[in-house]
C-alpha cells in the first residue's frame, strides 16, 4: 500500500505549524486539499511558498456547502460519493509516491479528512501530523485563559437548534462554539438565555491576516472563519 500524510496545518498563522509539518510540506510530491469550487481554499492559503515547485497539486472541490441543508438527504450522499471518490483517488496516487492532504487546525477535531481517514483504512497507509487547534489559536488572542480549576469546556456547533445551544452553555463552565456564519443571531439569543451574553467574545480570522476580536453581543456579523468564547470562572489558588 502507499502512504498518505494529513498534515494538520494549525490555527492559520504558518509560524504556528508544527516542525514536522513544515518538514513533510517542503518535501511532498502530491499535494491535495479541500476547497469550494472555484475557490483555492485556507488550507491551501496558509503553506504558500512552502512547497516545492514541482508538487503536484488536486484541488478536492466540495460538491456542495451551503447550497443546501445539511439535513437534505441528497447533502448526504452527495457528499458520501464525494469523499469515497476522493479516498480511491489518493489511495492510486499513493502506490507511486506518498500523498500530502493538507489540513487546518488538527486533523481529528472536526476535520473534513475523517470521512477519508475511514474510507482509507486497508487501502494506504495512514499517517496524522496534529496541528494547534483552531479553538485554542482563537482563545488565545482573548488575551484570557479559556478555563480554571476545575472548569467544564464544552464545543458546540451553532448549527444546533436554539434551544439546544442554551441548555449546553448553562450546563458548563467555558464554551467554544463554532460554524457560527448565519447562525450568529441565534447563538445571540441562545447566550442571552442561558445569562452568558455579556462575557462571550467572537474571534474571526483568528492568528490569520484581518483577525478581529470582539464582543459577541456588538457583532453585526459572522464569517466562517469565527467562533465564540465564554471563558470560565473556576477555582484559582
Known sequence: MGKVICVGLGPGDPELMSVRADRILRGARHVAYFCK????????????????????????????????????PEYNRLLAAFYEDWATRLADLAMGAEVVVLCEGDPFFYGSFM??????????????????????????QTGQPITWGDDVLTVAMATLPEAEIT??????????V???????????RALAAAGTLERAWLIERGTMPGQRVARLAEVAEAPYFSLAV???QGRRP
Request: one cysteine or more.
Open 37 to 72: 469550487r472555484g475557490a483555492r481554499g485556507q488550507a491551501r492559503r496558509i503553506v504558500e511558498g512552502m512547497l516545492p515547485a514541482a508538487a503536484v497539486e488536486h484541488a478536492m472541490e466540495y460538491p456542495v456547502t451551503v447550497e443546501i441543508p445539511v439535513s437534505d
Open 178 to 188: 463554532m460554524k457560527i456564519g448565519r447562525n450568529l443571531e441565534k447563538l445571540k
Open 115 to 140: 470521512h477519508l481517514h475511514s474510507r482509507l483504512q486497508g487501502r494506504a497507509e495512514i499517517e496524522i501530523v496534529p496541528g494547534i487547534t483552531g479553538m485554542s489559536g482563537c482563545w488565545t
Open 230 to 232: 465564554v471563558h470560565g
Open 167 to 176: 441548555r449546553r452553555a448553562r450546563d458548563t463552565d467555558a464554551l467554544v
